[in-house]
């Protein structure tokens, strides 16, 4: 008997321990959720400053002169009016302008993180510059005609006329602009590899200045020694032009977020804006003074030409910069506690 009530008490115990349990609060760990992915660090606008330096790639500079005037050519050697004659070919030349300077400014942009890995974006910028070149060739020609011939041999009147010139060209810009599409992919969440390409604009400004020299010989039948001889004075040509100029670009680079809106690239990028045209006059006049036998006499010569000056603007550009992103987010993960 006892031995029943004692077996219905240890039950009886441990049922109300059970229910005792079942009604303590209970204490669970936190469950960590997956972060969802990292917000695009890039999109948004930006702005910046720049600073570099350029190097002239077109160096090779032609100048190509034509006769304006010559009355010693169209007169005395009997020339066509107009013809290059021996002062149009001496300022005809090439020179080696080779351009070069710092370069400097600003930038503003847009970007748009196309998922993960990829960037696009529109970017302007525009620096002043200090790109400057010159450039100088010497020329030399000669010219010659015997207009009264009389008889093989024995003529009556020979002309011998030689010139030279010295001629310097200078060329420089002072600001340089850009509009670009950018298109990058992210080699990490916060290194970018770009491509660039788009409009380039810029001021360009380029002169020539020319000095010049004639001499002139009349002989009158040189046979028996009867001449007259001249010295050409020494003339100046000058011309100077500047535009605005419009062209293309194309380069690459690279850009970092180093710290929270704040990132530092560096890029590279060829431009071309064409050409500027400069168009100078080159003029000498002087007195032709002699003697034919025991007869003096005189006459005034002067001869003019006009030349064009093309100046190829292109070149490297090498930067490095530094942006202010306004729309930068930092990448955080997410604890949930239930």
């Known amino acids: ?115 993960p890995s990829f960037v696009v974006g529109l970017e302007a910028d525009i620096q002043g510059a200090g790109i400057r070149g010159n450039g100088s060739f010497n020329g030399i020609a000669a010219d010659s005609a015997t207009p009264i011939p009389f008889l093989p041999g024995f003529p009556i009147l020979t002309t011998n006329r030689s010139s030279f010139a010295s001629t310097t060209i200078e060329a420089h810009q002072d600001w340089l602009g850009t509009v670009n599409a950018r298109v990058g992919y992210l080699v990490t969440p916060t290194a970018l590899l770009y491509v660039r390409g788009g409009l380039a604009y810029g001021g360009a400004q380029a002169s020539v200045t020319s000095v010049s020299g004639n001499n002139a010989t009349l002989n009158f039948l040189p046979v028996l020694g009867f001449a007259s001889a001249s010295f050409g004075a020494l003339g100046a040509g000058y011309g100077t032009n500047s535009s605005t100029l419009v062209g293309w670009n194309v380069g690459g680079g690279a850009e970092w977020m180093l710290a929270p809106n704040w990132s530092v690239k560096f890029e590279a990028f060829y431009y071309d804006l064409g050409s500027l045209s400069v168009n100078a006059v080159h003029q000498v006049s002087y007195g032709l003074g002699g003697s034919l036998g025991p007869f003096g006499f005189g006459r005034d010569f002067g001869w003019a030409n006009g030349s064009q000056t093309n100046v190829r603007m292109d070149g490297v550009v090498a930067r490095v910069g530094v942006n202010y992103h306004f729309n930068w987010a930092a990448p955080a993960a997410v604890l949930a506690k239930y």
């Open 1 to 115: 008997m006892k031995t029943k009530i004692s077996l219905v008490a240890l039950a009886t115990a441990l049922s109300m321990g059970a229910s005792f349990a079942a009604d303590l609060p209970s204490r669970k760990a936190p469950v960590y959720v997956a972060p969802p992915p990292p917000p695009t660090l890039w999109t948004g606008f930006y702005a910046g400053l720049n600073a570099g330096y350029d190097w002239g790639i077109s160096t090779n500079t032609q100048t190509v002169a034509g006769g304006l005037y010559d009355n010693y050519a169209n007169g005395i050697l009997g020339l066509p009016f107009g013809s290059p004659g021996a002062m149009s070919l001496a300022n005809s030349g090439n020179a080696n302008v080779n351009r070069s300077g710092f370069i400097g400014g600003g930038q503003i942009g847009y970007n748009y993180q196309w998922g």
